[in-house]
């Protein structure tokens, strides 16, 4: 019953009512780097990234390592999370993404951060992996073992760039969105005050151009008019009284 409560609600343009269920993105990760779709494994930074804008959608590094180790892609889990991190770090310094996952830097073994740096990171972020020494042998060996999840690093850092462009493009459409129907609503819910329905009906026919029979044209001229100039002379006086401080005796 709740949820045809909040389908009429939304279809009624009550669409904020609306909570949208949570999202856990750990075994979704995992699923995906077991598959190894090379278009899904490439969303997974951008994934982590979104769980940080986003309160229905959890995400839980620990849990990610977890669910990893019991399907057997524990080492590809952790080079997908390392790669995600680097990528906040260039793109996103802000981001509480980096604070949260920052700690798990340090679960990586010496061994790991060299390998992973050297395995991801093209020359043009070198900066990564200046102090790394491992062989291009073993470098071979570990891109084979993670070939799940490999990609040059800069392949990685487009997608998510090109994917967090967009989402925050679309975030910002949704928010004028937002505020274009709240600013909607204010204003029917100031001119059901103000108005009968009649004068309502009127009203929204000189908005929209129709024209009015007699009756209508008379009666919007002779009171209608009348009162929306006084509407538009008091905004300001209106404005002032309901900023002021009211005492009680």
Do not use: C
């Amino acid at each position: 019953m709740a949820e045809q409560i909040e389908n009429i609600l939304e279809k009624l343009g009550y669409a904020y009512f609306k909570i949208d269920a949570e999202i856990h993105t750990e075994e979704i990760i995992v699923k995906i780097i077991a598959e190894g779709e090379a278009r899904f494994v490439k969303a997974i930074p951008f994934i982590i990234y979104v769980s940080q804008k986003k309160n229905n959608i959890l995400f839980d590094a620990a849990k990610l390592l977890k669910f990893a180790k019991e399907k057997d892609v524990l080492l590809e889990a952790k080079a997908m999370l390392y790669a995600a991190i680097k990528i906040l770090r260039i793109t996103d310094k802000s981001s509480d993404a980096i604070v949260k996952l920052a700690k798990f830097e340090e679960w990586y073994s010496k061994q790991e951060n060299d390998l992973f740096d050297n395995a991801f990171y093209s020359e043009k972020h070198k900066q990564f992996n200046r102090k790394a020494r491992v062989s291009g042998a073993k470098i071979n060996e570990f891109k084979k073992k993670i070939r799940r999840v490999y990609f040059n690093f800069d392949e990685l850092l487009y997608e998510f760039i090109s994917q967090k462009t967009l989402f925050e493009a679309k975030e910002q459409v949704t928010l004028a969105e937002k505020l274009n129907l709240s600013k909607e609503r204010d204003l029917q819910y100031a001119l059901n005050t103000l108005f009968k329905p009649k004068q309502l009906e009127i009203i929204n026919k000189v908005a929209d151009n129709k024209a009015l029979s007699k009756v209508e044209y008379d009666y919007y001229f002779k009171t209608i008019k009348k009162r929306l100039r006084a509407v538009k002379l008091l905004a300001e006086f209106a404005d002032t009284i309901i900023q002021k401080k009211v005492s009680q005796e």
